[in-house]
């Protein structure tokens, strides 16, 4: 006895790909507002207890750097911290090289240092070290200091300050005209998830916080509102005149917006995040430019966080705010009965779940349009299964092309026959 095996759907990876897959993103919410609050929590007590490792254009003091390329003994980061504590009295704050080769240079960071400390920080490091000056010999001239005083440092802090609350505004302003309310809020909860986090993070990691950062941090936010402002429109487009159809609830719209821009969203990010992971590879990990470590580690962070945000944040609160509206929780309860009534006339089979929240089905009676529901359940589901299943040449194909014609038609060509 012959048996029939079912086809194969293809897997959901192939999905990405033609805007086809069936993740359930939005049916989920509940578990990526969890996995979020917790993350932002987590963030927000490393920033309360543990603060930021703030740079010397925030906090002011003295910076002092010389090249790398030394006469005497060999500068590395520690040999350098033990002369400016056997010099100053204190340990530095920051002790790092920059660059590679012949343009590599040792910088040290601390505390406003008094013109007496800085004169015999310069002579001791000159003294152990005697670091190559421009005409090839060693020289006192090489090693040069600057000071940042706190007030320049504070108007810094205070004009990032400005600059991101000018941002947050512009941006709700365009979201609200060119959107609407609904979806400009939660696209304002995702990027204020994304400052937190990727600040969080900079706390956690305890890189210094420098201008660089701040421009990176906006750089960041601009790429998480380009993911949401794609999938929301795509989001818009599923959902116009909605209130007016049976067919699917606003959640089950969203989702599929979601599935149809998941792959544009990964793309977009994959393709944003490589020049930032070989701008840490290469500038931070092989040519030693420390300085490039901020700017490349918010803007990994924030890109991938950006993204994230986008599409398991963004769109599920979008749901959550439009289902609050009693015209959407009413033509949900409609696409429930719809499916209920149409399993019935089916034979009791079980209509598509629906992420809706509806009552009870009111159509406890006789319904004089259980046909033409049965059949339009069989041709979704049809062309559901047509849709999911792999085209395989030969005889399968042929054989489906036969499946879809109206009975009673023939393959031919309509036309008088010859005698």
């Not at 003294?127 to 706190?150: E, K, N």
Request: hydrophobic share 45%; proline share 5%.
């Amino acid at each position: 006895m012959a048996t029939s095996t079912p086809a194969r759907r293809p897997g959901r990876l192939s999905g990405l790909y033609t805007g086809t897959g069936s993740f359930d993103v939005v049916g989920r919410r509940r578990t990526w507002y969890t996995t979020f609050g917790l993350l932002v929590l987590i963030c927000l007590a490393s920033i309360v207890f543990r603060g930021f490792n703030l740079g010397i254009e925030f906090t002011g003091g003295t910076q002092v750097q010389f090249p790398a390329t030394t006469a005497a003994a060999p500068a590395d980061v520690g040999s350098v911290g033990r002369v400016f504590e056997s010099a100053v009295g204190r340990e530095a704050d920051i002790v790092q090289t920059a660059g590679s080769g012949a343009s590599a240079s040792v910088i040290i960071r601390s505390k406003a240092l008094e013109p007496t400390e800085s004169v015999a920080l310069k002579q001791a490091l000159f003294d152990t070290f005697q670091p190559i000056g421009s005409d090839g010999t060693p020289s006192l001239a090489a090693i040069s200091d600057s000071v940042v005083s706190g007030t320049w440092g504070g108007q810094i802090t205070t004009q990032a300050i400005i600059a991101l609350i000018v941002f947050l505004v512009l941006v709700t302003l365009f979201l609200a005209l060119y959107f609407e309310r609904a979806m400009a809020a939660s696209a304002l909860v995702a990027l204020v998830h994304d400052v937190v986090v990727t600040a969080g993070i900079y706390s956690i990691v305890g890189f210094e916080v420098t201008p660089s950062t701040v421009i990176g941090l906006l750089t960041i936010l601009g790429f998480s509102l380009y993911d949401t402002v794609v999938v929301f429109d795509k989001v818009r487009e599923n959902t116009r005149g909605l209130l007016g159809l049976t067919r699917r609830t606003y959640p089950e719209a969203a989702n599929l917006a979601l599935n149809q821009t998941l792959m544009r969203s990964i793309n977009t990010s994959l393709i944003a995040v490589l020049p930032v992971v070989g701008l840490m590879v290469i500038g931070v990990g092989l040519l030693g430019v420390g300085t490039l470590a901020d700017l490349a580690l918010v803007q990994m962070v924030g890109i991938l966080v950006g993204a994230l945000s986008s599409l398991l944040l963004a769109t599920p609160l979008l749901v959550d705010l439009k289902m609050r509206d009693p015209r959407f929780q009413e033509q949900a309860a409609k696409v429930a009965s719809r499916r209920k009534r149409a399993a019935r006339a089916l034979g009791g089979a079980e209509a598509h779940p629906a992420d809706t929240g509806a009552g009870p089905d009111p159509d406890t009676g006789p319904d004089p349009d259980a046909g033409v529901l049965a059949g339009e359940l069989r041709r979704e589901r049809a062309m559901a299964a047509a849709s999911s299943a792999p085209a395989r040449p030969g005889k399968d194909r042929s054989q489906r092309a036969h499946a879809t014609r109206p009975a009673g038609k023939s393959s031919r060509p309509s036309g008088k026959r010859s005698r």
